[in-house]
Nanobody
């Protein structure tokens, strides 16, 4: 299992970023996928997950209405469009194989991409 996140960076409050996650080493199209974030000194928090087909999506209340998860199974890639970013969104963002809202399995995470929201 290999998951490689990209697209993070420094952005001002109210700004936008689009994260990508390139997947390989497993049949991407049959797995649910999750975005998880972890802020310094805090535990992991699930952000959003998506069904294998992309037809169903779920969001944590903290990001609902601001973030959009999507996937391109032809490209084995997962996305997270983040709009109206807030300082409290600052964290290391990971993509994860499977539905991971609890019982996090870090062996199925990528290396993460840093998102910093600051003026």
């Amino acid at each position: 299992v290999q998951l490689v996140e990209s697209g993070g960076g420094l952005v001002q409050p109210g700004g936008s970023l689009r994260l990508s996650c390139a997947a390989s080493g497993f049949p991407f199209s049959v797995y649910y996928m999750t975005w998880v974030r972890q802020a310094p000194g805090k535990g992991p928090e699930w952000v959003s997950f998506i069904s294998s087909s992309g037809g169903s999506t779920w969001y944590a209340d903290s990001v609902k209405g601001r973030f959009t998860i999507s996937r391109d199974n032809a490209k084995n890639t997962l996305y997270l469009q983040m709009n109206s970013l807030k300082p409290e969104d600052t964290a290391l963002y990971y993509c994860a194989r499977g539905e991971q809202r609890a019982n996090f399995r870090r062996e199925y995470w990528g290396q993460g991409t840093q998102v910093t929201v600051s003026s």
